[in-house]
């Protein structure tokens, strides 16, 4: 099931949109099964589990950080993510410098939008972005590749579309201002429901797990 669901997610999925396998919660022995079908990107949302699949996993893919990431497992993380798309705050991002310059590794980041205004989500409000942005770009050890959103988890994916539209904005912007050191290339937005709908609005990275995988046992 797992192989016939990323072959056709990979055969659909426009020229230039790349696929992040959400792994959250699945087995090491089901993400080897998506490696194997052709996944190039992994997701995860937590280190430990990350490390039990990389055991199994290890270089053969990118590995990229999709969940919310505490100052006190930045070092970890480091020795196992190509990149963390959820950078939103300087406190967090002073830990990622840090750490990456020990390891003498530079860590592409996207800063993490709450383009929702959720209170109980995490990311930087829209209006507050280019600030953080600037800085940042401050740091030698940390490079910014673009932008993340996750937008509000609707039933109906049109729902998810005017989070998807004001980050794409943003990401425009932003990219006009031609910050020092600053690369505008990704656009992380979209998972299983809203994909399609972020695509449409621009997105040119989607994180999908449930239509990979199936449905989670547990979260």
């Given at each position: 099931?797992?192989?016939?669901?990323?072959?056709?997610?990979?055969?659909?999925?426009?020229?230039?949109?790349?696929?992040?396998?959400?792994?959250?919660?699945?087995?090491?022995?089901?993400?080897?099964?998506?490696?194997?079908?052709g996944i190039k990107i992994l997701g995860e949302n937590y280190v430990q589990e990350a490390r039990e699949a990389f055991e199994l996993v290890g270089r053969k893919v990118k590995w990229h950080f999709i969940g919310h990431l505490q100052r006190n497992k930045v070092k970890k993380a480091i020795e196992i993510f190509d990149m963390i798309e959820t950078l939103d705050s300087p406190e967090l991002a002073a830990e990622i410098d840090k750490r990456c310059s020990?390891?003498?590794?530079?860590?592409?980041?996207?800063?993490?939008?709450?383009?929702?205004?959720?209170?109980?989500?995490?990311?930087?409000?829209?209006?507050?972005?280019?600030?953080?942005?600037?800085?940042?770009?401050?740091?030698?050890?940390?490079?910014?590749?673009?932008?993340?959103?996750?937008?509000?988890?609707?039933?109906?994916?049109?729902?998810?579309?005017?989070?998807?539209?004001?980050?794409?904005?943003?990401?425009?912007?932003?990219?006009?201002?031609?910050?020092?050191?600053?690369?505008?290339?990704?656009?992380?937005?979209?998972?299983?429901?809203?994909?399609?709908?972020?695509?449409?609005?621009?997105?040119?990275?989607?994180?999908?797990?449930?239509?990979?995988?199936?449905?989670?046992?547990?979260?």
């Amino acid at each position: 099931m797992i192989e016939e669901n990323v072959k056709r997610i990979l055969g659909e999925l426009p020229a230039g949109v790349e696929l992040v396998a959400a792994a959250k919660t699945r087995t090491p022995e089901d993400i080897l099964q998506a490696v194997e079908a052709g996944i190039k990107i992994l997701g995860e949302n937590y280190v430990q589990e990350a490390r039990e699949a990389f055991e199994l996993v290890g270089r053969k893919v990118k590995w990229h950080f999709i969940g919310h990431l505490q100052r006190n497992k930045v070092k970890k993380a480091i020795e196992i993510f190509d990149m963390i798309e959820t950078l939103d705050s300087p406190e967090l991002a002073a830990e990622i410098d840090k750490r990456c310059s020990q390891a003498g590794k530079i860590m592409p980041v996207l800063i993490e939008i709450n383009s929702g205004r959720e209170k109980q989500k995490f990311g930087v409000l829209p209006e507050d972005a280019e600030v953080l942005i600037k800085t940042v770009a401050e740091f030698k050890s940390i490079k910014i590749k673009g932008l993340m959103t996750m937008g509000p988890a609707f039933g109906n994916p049109e729902d998810a579309r005017p989070y998807f539209i004001k980050t794409k904005k943003l990401f425009d912007k932003i990219k006009t201002l031609d910050f020092p050191g600053v690369e505008m290339k990704c656009l992380s937005m979209g998972m299983t429901n809203s994909y399609r709908v972020a695509i449409e609005e621009g997105a040119n990275m989607v994180r999908i797990g449930t239509k990979i995988f199936g449905p989670r046992s547990y979260d």
